[in-house]
C-alpha cells in the first residue's frame, strides 16, 4: 500500500527556536495532506489542510503565523513550528489522500513526530 | 459539520472474549467511515472502511464492522480478541477531503 514518511520521529528543541517536520509520500503523487495534532489520551485534531501550490487552510484557533505549512511539491509537506513554546510540546501527524480518494483508497498517515520543547 | 462520538473511551477486556466498539457519526450525506488503530508512538493504521456496498465491511486483522445509516453508527467487532490487540481505535468518518475522527477508544486486554 502507500506509504507516508513522516521525519524526524521525535524533536526536542530549546523554547524559543523553529523546528521543521517533513511529510512525504513516497510512491504516490498527494495533492492534499493534512496536519494532526494529538494531545496525550486526546483525538486527533486538524490543524492544517495542505494543498499542492496554494495556502494551507487552517481550522478555527489555529496560529497560521506559528505553525507554517509548505506544499511546495506534490510528494512532500512540511510543518514548522516557530518560536516553540513548551506548550507546543504534541505528538504531530500527516497524513496524505491516496488517488482515487475516497472511492479506491484512503488517508494514508505517517509515523507521527513527537516534539519536546524544553 | 461530521462529528464522530466513540462513548467509551477505555475498554477492557478478556483475551478470547469477543470486542465491540462503539462508533456514532453525524453528516449530511453518504459518509465515508474507517477504523484506525493506533499503537503507543505510533502513526495510525488502517482497519477498514467503508464507502458503499455490503454494510459489513471485513478488515484487517480479523476485525469486522457494520455500517447502520438508521442508527448512524459503525461498530467495530472481532470475535476473539488477542493480546496484541491492545491498542487504541479511532474511528473517523471522511468526506470530500476532510476527515474527522473520534476521540478514541483504548483497548485493554487482559490475560
Redesign the interface.
Known amino acids: 500500500g502507500a506509504v507516508v514518511s513522516q521525519h524526524p520521529s521525535r524533536v526536542i528543541c530549546k523554547s524559543g527556536t523553529s523546528v521543521k517536520i517533513e511529510c512525504r509520500s513516497l510512491d504516490f503523487q498527494a495533492t492534499t495532506m493534512f496536519w494532526y495534532r494529538q494531545f496525550p489520551k486526546q483525538s486527533l485534531m486538524l490543524m492544517a489542510t495542505s494543498n499542492e501550490g496554494s495556502k494551507a487552510t487552517y481550522e478555527q484557533g489555529v496560529e497560521k503565523d506559528k505553525f507554517l505549512i509548505n506544499h511546495a511539491s506534490l510528494t512532500l509537506s512540511t510543518l514548522t513550528v516557530t518560536s516553540a513554546h513548551p506548550e507546543d510540546s504534541s505528538f504531530y501527524i500527516c497524513s496524505a489522500l491516496g488517488q482515487d480518494y475516497p472511492l479506491n483508497t484512503e488517508a494514508f498517515f505517517g509515523q507521527g513526530t513527537r516534539l519536546t520543547v524544553v | 459539520a461530521q462529528s464522530v462520538t466513540q462513548p467509551d473511551i477505555h475498554i477492557t477486556v478478556s483475551e478470547g472474549a469477543s470486542l465491540e466498539l462503539r462508533c456514532n457519526y453525524s453528516y449530511g450525506a453518504t459518509p465515508?467511515l474507517?477504523w484506525?488503530v493506533q499503537s503507543p508512538?505510533?502513526?495510525?493504521?488502517?482497519l477498514l472502511?467503508y464507502?458503499s456496498g455490503d454494510t459489513l465491511v471485513q478488515g484487517i486483522k480479523g476485525f469486522e464492522a457494520e455500517f447502520k445509516r438508521s442508527q448512524s453508527s459503525f461498530n467495530l467487532r472481532k470475535p476473539s480478541v488477542h493480546w496484541s490487540d491492545a491498542a487504541e481505535y479511532?474511528c473517523a468518518v471522511?468526506g470530500y477531503?476532510?476527515?474527522?475522527?473520534?476521540?478514541?477508544t483504548?483497548l485493554q486486554v487482559i490475560p
Open positions: 465515508y474507517f484506525y508512538g505510533q502513526g495510525l493504521q488502517l472502511k464507502f479511532f471522511g477531503q476532510k476527515v474527522t475522527f473520534g476521540i478514541g483504548k
